[in-house]
């Protein structure tokens, strides 16, 4: 017996009925209806009921207030952003459970005119746990419940089916069912709008098909591995984070959804999956992934500066001021005025311990960079093979010890200057690529393609005689022109002996509070001594001799022992630069040496014999310099 055309008019509507109702009953996100002006919930869902605790029957007697408690001016606040706007969202709410509990709540909200009436609509999504992992009894009972619940307030809903759809279409989040081969039984209007298809093309089509049908990257996604129908077979709450879903013209997008299953007496009927479109998300999270790099890189290079920077401040420098007034070193001075203020790269030559490190500190204290880091890197305390990773740095496991990413001493100087001291000593096969950041201001770590990028001032010291190491094949030629913009040549200790007297009273009170020793000026005799040697170690030797005094001085007496200098250095006298150079005739070589003679006496002030006397000056044994006193005619004064 066939239908007739109203009887199955009726039937269809029926059906079609029944799909939307079961599609908001089931939604697995908690769904609301609130009258703004009676303050009271007039519809939910089974997930709402879960959510918060309470049977319909019971939500249904609750008001706003009972629900969101002490929060209701800013619900207010947020229903009248709603009504205005027509949709709104906001992760500050909580709603108070049934058992007293407050749950914080993600809450999407919309607008919904019916017969009149504006209506309040909210999805509701605990913030500490936004899904419900039921297991399968848990399921169904609640399902039955729920099932039973609707038979008996069915005429109800009937009345209202207009309004049910309006409430399901005023969801911004997708949503469709599926029946229990896969195929769509309802579709809203966000998800079909989401996806780029019509609601009426998509029912009853493969959904799986259509669009969760490959990977991100392309790879075919089996529909036996699809959470979506996984729901359908086991009866379990699925969900899907990482994944996502093609529109029709064949582009993607990120999404997180859940899949619910749908069960009637006893058996698994279908699902309602619910869908987000995570874009903006996915791109917040994104970028704030890549600040959090950024800012991790940048933790760890103010790690590593301020490391380096204590390591500096540990090392005792062999002044912390330039000292001195002779020529020489006015000189220097003012070309650190001309030169400091420019970004001109620097060549300071001259002999070890001279203080070539100095000079470079006072050329970035007086530039702009003054405020930036000034990082040392002494070439010629290097490995060859660790030069590269040294001046770029290296990531992790670019070579056997590599643990972990390293900053270059090029990086830790960006913004400020950089120390190459003993230039001379860079291997080179590695001066062209110091070449290049001097050049390009580019660089890469050892392991990494990423060209970084450097603004660094360079200021360069070395011992030997680079232009001889150019003729020589051993340093690249435009390398020491690119550093050698402004030559600064740092005078030997015997070029300004005048400045002998400043500097050891400097060390005598620089040392002499950490000796815990007093040490009294020298005397004219001692710095006369002093500038009669030719000070092979320079400043530094200077300063050890200073040293030296005040460990090996008793009480008010203290002696200064040029003799225990490195070989060569103790009978410097006759090879000092200060004396005549050339062949002498044997009258100059007489006055010399009665010259000397006299010296050692004025040193010793008048004493010939014992501790600090001449004899011991001169090297000689009493009985010889007494002789020689009496060869060379010279009276000892008083």
Known sequence: MHETEPDYLANWANMAYSTRHMVFEHCSEAILQL?????????????????????????????????????????????????????????????????????????????????????????????????????????????????????????????????????????????????????????????????????????????HQMHHHSHADGSHYPVEQCPIYKAVRDGMVHEGRQEVFWRRDGTMFPVEFTSTPVISDGRIVGSVVVFRDITERRSTEIQLQNALGELQELKQRLEQQNAYLQEEISIEHNYREIVGQSEPILKIIQQIDVVGPTDASVLIHGESGTGKELIARAIHQASRRAEHPLIRVNCAAIPAELFESEFFGHVRGAFTGALRDRVGRFELADGGTLFLDEIGEIPLDLQSKLLRVLQEGQF??????????????????????????????????????????????????????????????HFNCQIGPRLNKAGRPLSKGDIERMQRYSWPGNIRELQNVVERMLITSQGVEQFIDLQEMPEGAANSVSDSPVFPSGILTDAQLRRLEADNVRAALRASNGRLFGKGGAAELLGLKPTTLASRLKRLNIVQDG
């Open 35 to 207: 009258d703004p002006t009676s303050n009271r919930v007039v519809d939910m869902n089974i997930a709402a009921c879960t959510l918060l605790g309470y049977s319909r029957h019971e939500l249904l007697e609750l008001t706003a207030t009972r629900l969101f408690g002490h929060q209701l001016p800013a619900l207010i606040v947020f229903t009248q952003a709603v009504m205005e706007e027509g949709k709104g969202w906001s992760d500050e709410l909580t709603c108070a459970r049934k058992d007293g509990e407050r749950v914080a709540v993600e809450t999407s909200a919309a607008a919904l005119k019916l017969k009149s009436v504006v209506y309040l609509i909210l999805v509701l999504r605990e913030r500490s746990a936004q899904r419900y992992h039921l297991d399968q009894a848990q399921t169904e009972r609640t399902m039955r419940g729920g099932l039973l619940e609707w038979r008996n307030i069915l005429n109800l809903f009937k009345e209202t089916e207009r309004d049910n759809q309006l409430l399901l279409s005023a969801v911004g989040d997708g949503i469709y069912s599926i029946d229990s081969d896969g195929l769509a039984t309802y579709v809203n209007p966000a998800g079909a709008r989401m996806l780029g298809w019509e609601q009426e093309d998509m029912i009853g089509k493969n959904i």
């Open 444 to 505: 890469e770590r050892v392991g990494e393609e990423r060209t970084r990028k450097v603004d660094v001032r360079i200021i360069a010291a070395t011992n030997r005689d680079l232009r001889q190491e150019v003729r020589a094949k051993r340093f690249r030629e435009d390398l020491y022109f690119r550093l050698n913009v402004f030559p600064i040549h740092s005078p030997a200790l015997r070029e300004r002996l005048m400045d002998i007297p400043l500097l050891a009273d």
